[in-house]
């Protein structure tokens, strides 16, 4: 039976259904997975965590000879294995991740952190399955945005990071600025060696570089999300 974060994660993507939205990648229509693309360096497994419909899942096996992915929701898993992608029911918060210790040379998790209740949880499985050296992609809204900070500050309303109308603020339960996520993934071994900001408002900005005073201005107020390209430290 699925769980109380199970059935709304099913409304969500029942919603986006219904809703017409474009769930299969394609290139240019999603920034998210453009990024992760960009940075993800090619290997034997990847695993996508929170993987929704497989949005991952055609591209990422140009690079991987096997594709993997956990989410909590049955519909967005049925769909992620109908585009070819081994993916599994898993609650994020609460269970293990069902594969053996260092087994994938990357771990993306795009847009799922701000869905999960223990993180602490999330992480250390995440740490564990991949591979000495390995590679972990993590994507979360940035808080630090100027119009949510407009919002805040001027507005007086708590402002939104996602536009999934199910539940409040579409179940979102953590939020974080760049140095918040670095420091998180630095409690399990992670080490950031790469911070980019997405989803720039104005969008012209978008293909700018991150480095520099020019870049950290893009990625700290200026970019919708943060993306952290990070690698597992240590045995």
Not at 42 to 66: I, K, N, S, Y
Not at 145 to 170: C, E, I, K, M, Q
Request: net charge positive.
């Amino acid at each position: 039976m699925p769980s109380d974060r199970g059935r709304h994660f099913d409304a969500v993507w029942r919603h986006k259904q219904q809703s017409g939205a474009a769930l299969a990648y394609r290139p240019g229509e999603n920034r998210r997975v453009d990024k992760a693309l960009r940075l993800l360096l090619p290997g034997e497994r990847m695993l996508d965590v929170g993987c929704g419909a497989g949005a991952l899942t055609a591209e990422a096996r140009r690079r991987f000879g096997e594709v993997h992915g956990v989410d909590v929701s049955e519909v967005a898993v049925e769909l992620a294995c109908a585009a070819g992608m081994r993916a599994r029911v898993v609650d994020l918060g609460s269970e293990p991740l069902p594969h053996a210790d260092g087994t994938f040379d990357a771990v993306t998790a795009l847009g799922v952190l701000p869905y999960v209740w223990d993180l602490d949880r999330l992480l250390g499985e995440c740490v564990r399955v991949l591979k000495a050296g390995g590679q972990i992609v993590v994507g979360v809204p940035n808080m630090r945005a100027w119009w949510r900070l407009w919002s805040l500050a001027a507005r007086g309303r708590f402002p939104r990071t996602s536009r999934d109308p199910v539940g409040y603020d579409g179940g979102s339960v953590h939020y974080f600025c760049r140095r918040n996520l670095v420091e998180l993934l630095e409690r399990h071994r992670l080490a950031t060696i790469g911070a980019h900001g997405i989803f720039c408002v104005p969008r012209v900005l978008e293909p700018l570089p991150d480095a520099g005073p020019a870049g950290w201005l893009k990625r700290e107020f200026l970019g919708a999300e943060i993306v952290l390209d990070a690698r597992k430290t240590g045995a």
